[in-house]
């Protein structure tokens, strides 16, 4: 199963990593002042990534491939790492699907 990873930046906003059962990153916050905000954040993650047309695969300039996460208002909850495929985008997409509604937080602000 997949977790949640709180943390803070080195400007101190808050951010979370999505983790898959493996612990690779599949799923990248932006930063946010508060940890309300940033718990927030992660809510809409859980209830946006059940609807594919929530995420957005887009193609860098250097030919890699990545995915946005979008809430209802189209703002970005979560960027996805660089992958080298669409295939593998497209399966990093199926990742967060699966892995985020039933994700543990760990938060690390607290240790």
Same mark, same amino acid.
């Given at each position: 199963?997949?977790?949640?990873?709180? *943390?803070?930046?080195?400007?101190? %906003?808050?951010?979370?990593?999505?983790?898959?059962?493996?612990?690779?990153?599949?799923?990248? *916050?932006?930063?946010?002042?508060?940890?309300?905000?940033?718990?927030?954040?992660?809510?809409?993650?859980?209830?946006?990534? @059940?609807?594919?047309?929530?995420? %957005?695969?887009? !193609?860098?300039?250097?030919?890699?491939?990545?995915?946005?996460?979008?809430?209802?208002?189209? @703002?970005?909850?979560?960027? *996805? @790492?660089?992958? !080298?495929?669409?295939?593998?985008?497209?399966?990093?997409? %199926?990742?967060?699907?699966?892995?985020?509604?039933?994700?543990?937080?760990?938060?690390?602000?607290?240790?």
């Amino acid at each position: 199963m997949g977790k949640f990873v709180i *943390s803070k930046r080195k400007n101190d %906003e808050f951010q979370f990593n999505l983790k898959a059962s493996n612990g690779q990153i599949i799923l990248t *916050s932006e930063g946010y002042t508060t940890k309300a905000a940033c718990n927030n954040g992660i809510e809409s993650v859980k209830k946006n990534s @059940q609807e594919e047309k929530r995420f %957005e695969v887009l !193609e860098s300039k250097n030919g890699k491939h990545y995915f946005n996460l979008k809430a209802t208002n189209g @703002q970005i909850i979560g960027t *996805s @790492q660089m992958y !080298e495929s669409v295939a593998g985008c497209q399966n990093g997409v %199926e990742s967060v699907m699966k892995n985020a509604p039933e994700a543990e937080i760990n938060d690390e602000t607290l240790a």
